[in-house]
């Protein structure tokens, strides 16, 4: 039987559950694709998977191969498939409920799957797909964001945050970030406004009320984030739906999301970083070998834009 390298837990918990280890090359169905991973990016779902916050909500058989990020190059295609061929270089997110891509193949249904951006690497690439639809999903799904609104971006310099400040300069929103103080200038040359300093300045005493709330955070900064709603704006969290009393005494709406691949959006991204309107910020890139060195990374709460492994050359 072929095998190949993979990153696998066998079981939940701490950063030993991480094996690195030779696993079955997995097996295509007629409608997907197999990628021959280049590079797969780190979100913190991963490390929230491998530490089984999410059971209950997705039940997994374990083992599982962590990673929902891919870029890479179109090994096989099943019998279905007509959009791509192999050679393809392509990125996606793929199903969150599958095998993952800290892998050097993995399958993925043609329909997650987009043509990569061509003006930047795999790298790169890889580091685009969960956070870059997430951000698109909030801003322009949920929120359907205009240009002239005023958006107050939570952790405005990680991976989400990093896409959504530079999509909502892009749609002419006026853009606040918040961050620490050494992501300012990063922050502003990415196309924020104003930036917050979280730890020195209650970000709800500092702005004037906004359209949007992006919660990236939850607890607390959702709780305090109600009073800079404007009546009739919108809250959306990726972290925890916001309770309908909240929603119901500011006169604002809410939405909470969990996204879902979406193709058509990366290929409007990949147009967008071709055109240098966006571009992917990567902060850290590792062998797989060291799966557990980044997730100790991503958990510090600390990443700036994104942590990702290069599988191959
Ligand atoms: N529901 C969904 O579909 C979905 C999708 C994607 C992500 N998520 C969730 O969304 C959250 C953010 O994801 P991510 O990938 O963007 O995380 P991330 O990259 O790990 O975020 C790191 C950033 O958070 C900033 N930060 C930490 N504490 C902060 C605070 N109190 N105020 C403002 N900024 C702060 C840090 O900036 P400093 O270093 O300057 O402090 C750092 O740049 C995670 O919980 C993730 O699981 C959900």
Redesign the pocket.
């Known amino acids: 039987m072929a095998t190949m390298k993979a990153v696998r837990i066998h079981a939940y918990g701490g950063l030993e559950t991480l094996t690195y280890e030779e696993v079955p090359l997995p097996a295509i169905a007629q409608d997907d694709v197999l990628i021959r991973v280049h590079a797969t990016a780190v979100?913190?779902?991963d490390w929230?998977i491998r530490e089984g916050y999410l059971q209950g909500f997705i039940d997994y058989d374990l083992p599982l191969t962590l990673g929902w990020d891919v870029s890479g190059v179109i090994e096989a295609i099943g019998a279905e498939v007509t959009d791509f061929k192999p050679g393809d270089e392509v990125y996606a997110r793929p199903d969150i409920k599958r095998d993952g891509a800290y892998a050097e193949y993995i399958a993925v249904k043609a329909s997650e799957v987009a043509f990569k951006p061509k003006a930047i690497d795999h790298i790169h690439a890889a580091a685009v797909p969960?956070?870059g639809i997430?951000a698109w999903h909030c801003l322009f799904e949920s929120a359907n964001l205009t240009a002239g609104q005023r958006v107050l971006i939570?952790?405005?310099?990680?991976?989400?945050?990093s896409y959504a400040v530079q999509l909502a300069r892009w749609k002419g929103a006026y853009v606040i970030g918040?961050?620490?103080a050494?992501?300012r200038d990063f922050l502003m040359e990415l196309g924020a406004n104003e930036v917050i300093d979280?730890?020195t300045t209650p970000f709800e005493e500092a702005i004037a009320p906004v359209d949007m709330v992006f919660d990236?955070?939850?607890g607390d900064?959702q709780e305090r984030s109600w009073q800079v709603v404007k009546p009739g704006g919108i809250l959306v969290s990726?972290?925890s739906p916001p309770p309908e009393e909240k929603v119901a005494a500011h006169q604002c709406r809410s939405a909470y999301?969990?996204?879902q691949p979406r193709a058509d959006w990366l290929t409007e991204m990949a147009q967008l970083i071709d055109a240098g309107t966006i571009k992917p910020i990567v902060e850290t890139v590792l062998p797989l070998s060291q799966a557990a060195e980044a997730h100790k990374l991503?958990q510090s709460?600390?990443?700036?834009?994104?942590i990702v492994f290069q599988v191959r050359d």
């Open positions: 979100n913190p779902v929230k969960l956070a997430t939570h952790a405005a310099a990680g991976g989400v945050g918040t961050a620490s050494r992501n979280y730890q990236t955070m939850g900064v990726i972290v999301v969990f996204i991503s709460g600390r990443t700036r834009g994104k």
